[in-house]
């Protein structure tokens, strides 16, 4: 008896000490694009990290496996202009009639990592980081607007008070808050000069951040002029497929200015939203060659319910007109992650935090809109099939990781 019981030990014993991981990912096709990857392999995961990378993990090494096959797995989606200040005026970004919860429309869509640009200015930062920042699954980041009152809705004169772009009280609150903010946004500004980009790019010179510019008004001034003697390289130029920036030379192909403005460094970001994607710019660009540096949404409430509807489909439209798959992966995981200064996000690599994004693409025949009503064709969806979040399922639209009721021994309630 005694030796039985021994033998049941040992081997119970041995069996855990086997199972070295947490959770593989087995038979997936790996793109992470930062490490030029792009194979067919397994991954495993152990205390939150990425513990191994190989051709093939038997499914015995790890607590739970979860078989993958024709499906896409990648770094978790990383976002960098979302509005999910879900908090305290009306009519407003910072309040829920304008911005979104972020794990409601981040973690279902592949996203683990968000960028909040700029719903909160440095007044309301603090309540903006304990109800939001501090409690959210998703990992956020936040671009500080340069007026301290943050973002209005378009007609709110607040926006465009230039008074209250105090660069001192701003730089007090980036000081406080260094493990969350990283960079300083300007958005909204009507009038015929560049006074709060200026703010702005001295307020990110000063603390050593990059600037993302809502240019939003391009019949008063020039973009061009700010794109090529106001920003800095590294600064962020959103919603860059909206009309009607003068982004094509005469020839229809990408301005001059524009590649010149790319060699220095400047960052262009798509930031589709509710009013700021256009396919008579987003394609001659791209068939010009002139691809976005990343991919993101400008999540709010009127852009998840319209025609931009979550990240993934941002990306299928790209794919659309004509990005390769590899590449819509980096503009929306290594790239976004970079240009926010958190380089060490965005990848599959040993060692890494486990933050991935497994993806399905549906072929067929799909129709993309942009937000004039114009249309374009594809034959490629890109749909979100399972978010990992630190090591930790979070997301799982087949239920892969679940067992069959019936014979799982599960406990359920009967009160």
Not at 253 to 264: E, I, N, T, V
Not at 295 to 320: E, Q, R
Not at 328 to 341: D, L
Request: hydrophobic fraction near 45%; include cysteine; proline fraction near 5%.
């Amino acid at each position: 008896m005694f030796r039985l019981l021994a033998a049941g030990l040992l081997a119970c014993s041995l069996a855990a000490h086997a199972q070295q991981y947490d959770l593989v990912l087995r038979n997936g096709y790996v793109i992470d694009p930062k490490n030029n990857v792009d194979a067919k392999l397994d991954v495993a995961i152990r205390d939150g990290k990425i513990a191994a990378i190989e051709p093939s993990i038997p499914a015995s090494a790890a607590k739970q496996s979860v078989d993958i096959a024709g499906l896409y797995l990648t770094p978790g989606l990383v976002d960098i202009h979302v509005h999910v200040f879900t908090g305290l005026r009306h009519n407003a970004w910072g309040n829920g009639d304008l911005s979104v919860p972020a794990d409601v429309m981040c973690i279902p869509n592949g996203v683990t990592t968000a960028a909040d640009a700029g719903s909160s200015g440095w007044r309301d930062f603090a309540e903006f980081r304990r109800r939001v920042l501090d409690t959210s699954k998703t990992r956020l980041f936040a671009f500080v607007n340069i007026v301290g009152a943050g973002m209005a809705n378009n007609d709110d004169a607040a926006e465009q008070n230039e008074h209250d772009m105090d660069l001192d009280a701003l730089s007090k609150v980036i000081a406080e808050n260094r493990d969350v903010v990283v960079g300083i946004k300007t958005a909204h500004w009507q009038q015929p000069n560049f006074i709060s980009v200026r703010k702005a790019v001295e307020a990110g010179t000063r603390n050593h951040l990059p600037v993302m510019v809502d240019f939003g008004w391009f019949d008063n001034k020039s973009y061009e002029e700010m794109i090529a003697t106001i920003l800095r390289p590294g600064d962020i130029s959103t919603h860059v497929f909206r009309m009607p920036a003068p982004l094509l030379g005469p020839d229809g192909k990408p301005a001059p200015y524009m590649l010149d403005a790319r060699r220095r460094g400047i960052k262009f970001d798509v930031g589709h939203g509710g009013g700021s994607f256009n396919f008579a710019l987003a394609e001659p660009m791209v068939k010009g060659g002139f691809f976005p540096d990343s991919i993101s949404t400008d999540l709010h409430v009127g852009s998840a319910t319209g025609v931009m509807l979550n990240l993934p489909n941002v990306m299928s439209k790209m794919l659309a007109l004509g990005i390769p798959f590899a590449e819509v992966i980096r503009e929306s995981t290594t790239n976004p992650a970079t240009e926010i200064g958190h380089p060490e996000l965005g990848q599959i690599a040993v060692g890494s935090v486990a933050d991935i994004a497994v993806l399905r693409v549906d072929h067929g025949q799909f129709g993309y809109s942009d937000l004039a009503g114009g249309k374009v064709n594809g034959t490629e969806r890109i749909v979100p099939e399972m978010t990992i979040r630190n090591g930790r399922v979070v997301f799982d639209l087949d239920a892969r990781t679940a067992v069959p009721w019936r014979e799982g021994h599960l406990k359920y309630s009967t009160r």
